[in-house]
């Protein structure tokens, strides 16, 4: 069953600019809206592929005990895009960012963990980070740069996010797969 939700576009927001951070934990929900800011060219997307969850699943209990998980819905960005991930290796999935900035998984870890460190439930925020785990955040400082020079506007109307043709063929390949979502706009 195909569903289709409209918007007038007309938001609070309609015209301030958008910097998104992403990376390989941006998956779902996260990785639709920065899918569909990069494809309406609302958002520049600085950072890493995302994970590529582009699906709706559900668990279907067995008589045995067992149970069998099924794909019952797929995602795809208003231009057609889809961002479910796939086996192969050489294949890139998720949303691929504007600026992609590699960080090596070590460096990854320890963001992550610093985050943690600063920021635990339920108690006050820690102003000291171990010297250890100190280190420079390079997709933020991009965005950080990019914003202080005022550039985010002129960078997400100059990047080439998709281009016309590829979005009208992977929409036409993917009317074909029986798009269960689709956010096309109407007049």
Same mark, same amino acid.
């Given at each position: ?14 015209? %301030? @600019? ?5 990376? *390989?934990? !941006? ?22 592929? +995302? ?6 699943? &559900?668990?279907? @209990?067995?008589?045995?005990? &067992?149970?069998? =998980? ?15 991930? $796939? ?8 949303? &691929? ?6 960080? @090596? ?7 992550? +963990? =610093?985050?943690?460190?600063? $920021?635990?439930? #339920?108690? /006050? ?5 171990? *010297?250890?785990? %100190? ?5 933020? #400082?991009?965005?950080? /740069?990019?914003?202080? /020079?005022? =550039? ?9 996010? %998709? !281009? ?9 390949? #993917?009317? *074909?797969? *029986?798009?269960?979502?689709? +956010?096309? =706009?109407?007049?």
């Amino acid at each position: 069953m195909k569903e289709e939700y409209f918007t007038d576009g007309n938001g609070e927001f309609a015209d %301030i @600019p958008f910097v998104i951070l992403v990376n *390989k934990g !941006s998956a779902s929900a996260s990785e639709i809206v920065s899918g569909a800011m990069q494809d309406f060219r609302r958002a520049l997307i600085i950072g890493g592929n +995302t994970f590529g969850k582009g699906s709706v699943q &559900t668990v279907m @209990p067995l008589p045995d005990g &067992t149970a069998l =998980r099924l794909t019952i819905a797929k995602y795809y960005l208003p231009s057609g895009r889809t961002i479910n991930h $796939f086996n192969s290796k050489n294949a890139k999935s998720g949303v &691929t960012p504007d600026i992609e900035i590699k960080v @090596p998984i070590e460096d990854e870890i320890k963001l992550y +963990t =610093r985050g943690e460190m600063i $920021f635990t439930t #339920n108690k /006050e925020p820690k102003s000291v980070v171990a *010297k250890e785990n %100190i280190i420079e955040d390079k997709v933020l #400082n991009k965005a950080i /740069e990019i914003i202080e /020079e005022n =550039r985010v506007d002129e960078m997400i109307t100059s990047s080439m996010l %998709i !281009s016309n043709a590829a979005m009208h063929e992977t929409k036409d390949k #993917n009317k *074909k797969d *029986k798009v269960f979502y689709n +956010t096309e =706009r109407t007049k």
